[in-house]
T-cell receptor, first 113, second 114 residues
Framework: AQSVTQPDIHITVSEGASLELRCNYS??????LFWYVQSPGQGLQLLLK??????LVQGIKGFEAEFKRSQSSFNLRKPSVHWSDAAEYFC???????????FGAGTRLTVKP | DADVTQTPRNRITKTGKRIMLECSQT?????MYWYRQDPGLGLRLIYY???????NKGEISDGYSVSRQAQAKFSLSLESAIPNQTALYFC?????????????FGPGTRLTVL
């Protein structure tokens, strides 16, 4: 079965600074990759997804992620963080035509003024 | 209006009590899921249903049961709640025709078992 590792439990960045959240996956075939954001007291909202094609994908709220097959990674980036980006971020990996989606443990982002 | 709703949003109960968490959706999706979220563990799948007559166990189904009353409704029950079932529970849906299984989540139910 596929699995996902998010190495950073908690990251703190200053407002306006750049952000990179790491995600590594384990899966034999081409994975289907997702980033979700969970704001306090809210459900999960999809930020972006990768299925195939261009390895740099753009999402909502100014986020992007790059799929690197050689590194089994799908890191999330944002050039300039806003205070409203403080939340928990989850990376997930799925399979084609299969319900079995696996989530990482999450990375909590704190934004300093 | 939210596409996926969960009731209640918060619940405190005692060990041994029976609890039901409900999920409704207006997205018209056939597939529905129940997850639990624990700090440091992310989301783990409890049960999923591909249609009203199809129920399947997920990664951590022990101690839980589900009922798919209609296409739009999927309930999760804890027959005899125990403290280690204290968690945040999410319902999700996806469309059968979406082979990539993008899932849409409800706002969550925070359950505390004393």
């Amino acid at each position: 079965a596929q699995s996902v590792t998010q190495p950073d439990i908690h990251i703190t960045v200053s407002e306006g600074a750049s952000l990179e959240l790491r995600c590594n996956y384990s899966y034999g075939a081409t994975p289907y990759l997702f980033w979700y954001v969970q704001s306090p007291g809210q459900g999960l909202q999809l930020l972006l997804k990768y299925f195939s094609g261009d390895t740099l994908v753009q999402g909502i709220k100014g986020f992007e992620a790059e799929f690197k097959r050689s590194q089994s990674s799908f890191n999330l980036r944002k050039p300039s963080v806003h205070w409203s980006d403080a939340a928990e971020y989850f990376c997930a990996v799925g399979q084609y035509n299969n319900n079995d989606m696996r989530f990482g443990a999450g990375t909590r982002l704190t934004v300093k003024p | 209006d939210a596409d996926v709703t969960q009731t209640p949003r918060n619940r405190i109960t005692k060990t041994g009590k029976r609890i039901m968490l409900e999920c409704s959706q207006t997205k018209g999706h056939d597939r529905m899921y129940w997850y639990r979220q624990d700090p440091g563990l992310g989301l783990r799948l409890i049960y999923y249903s591909f249609d009203v007559k199809d129920i399947n166990k997920g990664e951590i189904s022990d101690g839980y049961s589900v009922s798919r009353q209609a296409q739009a409704k999927f309930s999760l029950s804890l027959e005899s709640a125990i403290p280690n079932q204290t968690a945040l529970y999410f319902c999700a849906t996806s469309a059968t025709e979406d082979s990539y299984n993008e899932q849409f989540f409800g706002p969550g139910t925070r359950l505390t078992v004393l």
